[in-house]
């Protein structure tokens, strides 16, 4: 159901409504919102009733704040204070959108967050269309909380999946968007849930209020964890899984939200320890478990298809067929290569070494590695390129290609491994 918006605004502002209305239209053609203003009241109704109406069901009320809108008795006195007593009750969330210059820091909706950044007033954006992309991204992020607050509420009043007589528990590696966990942490409903986080992730607070909402669940976030270190990962994973293995709980894992290298690690630990894992196939329509089969209708929660999904971040697909051809004949051209990497004694190092490295980005090799056979032949295969050699010995290389950095610097190639020699 799109989220219901109700537009608290002064007559001489309607220029500026109309053009912030504009910039929404995107959240509207895709069903997540639904907009009202008092211009679409109906030839022959009676205005205030309606007015209340929409009121009263909208979920989000957008105050458009200007001199005007204080100076009006009915904006300020009466609708506006209609919106603050339904955000005081948890009936809706009022946002104050900052329009025009105006001390407004005495008002009665002063206390909330206002848009756009830094409640710059829009009039003040050397560019306008700017302000209004700010506010409506801003407006985008409500809308996303509101509905995992939905979906939290639903899946807290339906009734527990049995999936075993044994408690369950959860072991979350993510790091980037939080859907594809959050759906599983409410579908599975563990009572334990171990979290492992990249440094700096922004994410953290949105699973500890989630999972606080499920009766009698545990939480456990370990220290954050560099994401690009494999070692790191693992032991994060056994860190969280150690204290509990003795117990009597059934055990599953989701990495579907960290990136390359922590997926691999929770891939490696999972094997290690008879874990099953949701993960998902970006080759198959719908999301689908790996690993042991797992006693759960996947019918009522995890079906959403590719688009269904890329719709909920607001994703399109283009049309890069010829380019991830290419990209796919030069893994294969890659393979062999990445297989005498991972099978030499010195593996962990080229990984540092290729890590998050753009194209043409100075690679130093060592000069323990420079009169290596791997070297020659990552510069055959043409995934390094050879700018200067030193007379310390040392060897500084680049990726020749954006292809190539993004294969070896985001560790794809490691993903490649797995899944070849699994």
Known sequence: MPVKIFFCYAHEDKKMLVQLQKHLKPLERHGYI??????????????????????????????????????????YDKEMKWALERHRRGEARVIPIILRDVVWKYGLFSIL??????????????????????????IARVIEELSLASLLKSAVQSPQVPSSQHKRALLILTGNAVLPDIRLLLHYRPQLVCIVTPHGWLYQRTYIDIVQAIPSCEIKIEPSVNPHDIDECLQACLNSYRPYAHEEFEWIMTFA????????????????????FWHINPEEEHIITQGTH????????????????????????????????AYRANEEKWSGIVSEIIHSSDALIWLSLFTDKSKNEPIVIPATLSVTSLLSSLVTTEALKIILEHDDGTVTCCFPSADCARFFGSGEWLMLQAFCYQ
């Open 113 to 138: 967050q206002a848009l756009p950044s830094e409640a710059k007033p829009v009039y003040k954006w050397t560019r306008r269309d700017e302000a209004y992309v700010d506010i409506t991204e801003g």
């Open 257 to 276: 939200s960290a990136n390359k290298v922590m997926a691999l690690a929770g891939y490696e630990f999972a094997k290690q320890n008879k874990i099953r």
């Open 34 to 75: 639904e907009t009202w203003y008092d211009q679409d009241i109906s030839a022959g109704n009676e205005w205030e009733p309606e007015i209340v109406k929409r009121l009263r069901e909208a979920q989000i009320i957008l105050l458009l704040i200007s001199a005007d809108f204080i100076n009006s008795e009915y904006c």
């Open 294 to 325: 797992m006693a759960v209708d996947i019918r009522k929660f995890f079906r959403p298809t590719v688009s269904e999904y890329l719709d909920d971040y607001g994703y399109t697909i283009g049309n890069f067929k010829s380019a991830e051809k």
